[in-house]
């Protein structure tokens, strides 16, 4: 009896604890490397005063713009999971289950397996980018224009599903004919990575991530309502058909964002949510959503510390990392739990 | 003026009318429900009159209005839904559940006031449920969850609450419980409720009016006294091998061929042992009952052969003699245990008749009193102290019938 109830009062403290994690994590990744940056020599660096340059560079162009990354990628990616999961209803739902990463898988094989054929010679990040973005917001507003049509929220899962299919497909086609030097890259690639941001990148991924994860979290109110379904939610006066284009819409965004930059991250998406549902013993969402931020961005924090340390100086794809910690997580979590999701 | 009203109503999906020329007018604080079988439309009615569904023809109004030109805020302060789908709404307390009622009240983050908690905590002691507040909804026993999402609905302070079948799933203490707090939400704070129900009972017994549904149109509309009689019902569901009794206020299974047994009851006496008989196969011949009796509504509910007596009549020769040849077609004989009085002191010759026929009776009454009423024909009269003690002997006679049967039968083969 009353197990909710001392979950509710754990929970700021949890929020907290999350929190300082997330600032340990980030703080050791900037510190800790193939060259390793003492503590004053890290203050020296970020407050403009070192006076090394070999420390100025490794920190100010290296690992800083990673550590940023993860921590707004990691955010992005598990709230874009909680909205989608909310919305569907379903809790194996993840931010690629509309499409969204193969589309961007899609084009990006088309510009590094076909490219050449096209008459693209150099292959820029900036191009790379660009193009993985061009093929996630193409697959988003084609599911934003399928969702408005839809009755039953299922069809447009199961059209997602069939999206990725037919973008994977093509992409395996051209994997087919691809040669040997392109395809180890392009597999690298469709792994995911934080390593490379530029500081450009990283302004952008910040700007955009803050403002939808600010948008996501206005839609609270109505999320909440939708836990009961749709029918319920529109009888207490939610405007469903806006609220699907806004959730889809703000979802596939978060996803097509860090999609572009970081390539496909697996699992944060699908476990971020449901991590912090499990330690924090709630659903409401003005609490999960912050919640979910401070816990995507620790853990992808922590698994792109693991990927470049591991096995050093090889790094390991960071979609590896994840799952290999995340999913004995959450099956413990869940094995514990008398309470269905 | 009808708090919700319909006119010329059709549903439907897709432009396909499901029912259709509905016209129902409900006033404030009544109690409306829907009955039908299964697949008649009550739910496609329901979704409509809650604008989940667009009407197919005709509209519906609420309080003068057409519910398609509310607007969906203010529609959501006016009417709440309870709907039969199962809900699986995750980690959320049943506080939390009853709490989002308030939806249509709070302000764009949903932030709750002080008022808003004691508007919800208020709905959850309404239906009994203030002791599970803290829990998860997940949680909850079906009935338990059906009170929470009444609790819901309240808390969104409608003057409506449309509710799709809220006592399905749930046992017979909820149930009761349902209706009864669907009752005080209309007594008490004047909401007028509408919902589909399948039980016609607790239809007639709860609700101002019933709308009858069935293959998609309506077979009548009017209060439960007056339109659900023996036929309405019959014909509402289909049903032939039961009947529904206005008086007794339920159904009683038809009896059908069998051993044929003869009861002789009273002052109902006999009812629970028809259905007994009933329920292990026996076709029932039933005498003499006074038509005031219990026993005879009972009995011509469940298509017996009933010999009756007018009522407050002293049991005259010719029932009896109908009876005394009745009886005779009889397999076995059983006296329920009737209490003996001046009205009916003929079912006592009755039975002396019958036993200086020879026959024998089996009786469920004190061995005592039936040899001071019938007499001293001991080896004839079989004592049944329960119920069961009687089924027992009554198969184990039928048995040996059947035994018999065969033996004489092998007899004259040989």
Known sequence: MNLSGCFRSKIPFLLVLFGLLLILFFILNIMIGSVMIPWKDL?????????????????????????????????????????????????????????????????????????????????????LSGAALAGALGVVMLIVAISARVKQLVTLLVIGLMIGYLCSACSNILIAFAEKENLHNFVLWTLGSFSGFSWDEVGILTAAGTVLLGASYLLCKP?????????????????????????????????????????????????????????????????????????????????????????????????????FIGAPIVIALLMKRRTSL | MSIIQTRKLAVGYGGRTVVGDINLAALKGQLICLLGPNGSGKSTIIRSLAGLLAPVGGSVFLKGQPLHRIESKELSRMMALVLTERLSPGLITVFDVAAMGRYPHTDFFGRFSEEDKRKTREALCLVNAENLAERYF??????????????????????????????????????????????????????????????????LKSCELALLVKNGKILAYGTPEEILSEETVADLYGIDSAHFSNCLGGIELKNSGGASSFVLAGAGSGAPLYRLLNKHGFSIMTGVIHEN??????????????????????????????????????????????????????????????????KTIYSLRDPEEARKLFGTNEGQLVFCPTTVDLMEKLKSREAGVIEQQTASKAVCNA
């Not at chain 1, 898988?105 to 054929?117: E, F, R, W």
């Not at chain 1, 749709?230 to 860090?258: H, P």
């Not at chain 2, 009761?176 to 129900?197: A, C, D, H, P």
């Open chain 1, 43 to 127: 203050c020296k660096v970020l407050m403009h005063q070192g006076n090394d340059p070999v420390y100025n560079s490794i920190i100010w162009d290296i690992r800083l713009p990673r550590a940023l990354a993860a921590i707004f990628g990691g955010a992005a990616l598990a709230v874009s999971g909680l909205l989608l999961q909310v919305f569907f209803r379903n809790p194996i739902v993840d931010p690629y289950v509309l499409g969204v990463s193969s589309g961007a898988t899609l084009i990006v094989a088309i510009l590094m397996l076909a490219g050449y054929t096209f008459g693209i010679m150099m292959i820029s990040p900036f191009l």
């Open chain 1, 223 to 323: 999320l909440n309502a939708l836990l009961l379904g749709e029918d319920y939610a529109q009888s207490m006066g939610v405007n469903i058909k806006k609220l699907r284009i806004f959730i889809v819409l703000i979802s596939s965004a978060l996803t097509a964002l860090i999609t572009a930059f970081a390539g496909p991250v697996a699992f944060i998406g699908l476990a971020g949510p449901h991590l912090a549902r499990l330690t924090l013993g709630t659903s409401e969402n003005k609490i999960l959503i912050p919640a979910t931020i401070l816990l995507g961005a620790m853990i992808t924090t922590f698994c792109d510390f693991l990927a470049r340390m591991a096995f050093s100086p090889i790094e390991l794809p960071i979609s590896a990392v994840t799952s």
């Open chain 2, 138 to 203: 997940t949680e909850l026993s079906d009935g338990e969850k059906q009170k929470v999402l009444i609790a819901r609905a309240l808390v969104q302070e409608p003057e409506v609450i449309i509710l799709d079948e809220p006592t399905s799933h749930l046992d017979v203490k909820h149930r009761l419980e349902v209706m009864k707090i669907l009752r005080q939400l209309t007594k008490e704070k004047g909401i007028t409720v509408i919902l589909s129900l399948h039980e016609i009972d607790l239809a």
């Open chain 2, 293 to 358: 009796d219990i026993d005879y509504h009972v009995g011509t509910a469940i298509r017996a052969a009933v010999i009756s007596e007018k009522p407050f009549e002293e049991i005259r020769k010719s029932a009896l003699n109908k009876a005394v040849s009745l009886s005779a077609q009889a397999d076995c004989i059983i006296d329920a245990g009737f209490p003996a009085g001046t009205l009916n002191k003929l079912n006592v010759d009755l039975a002396r008749r019958l036993l200086a026929q020879d």
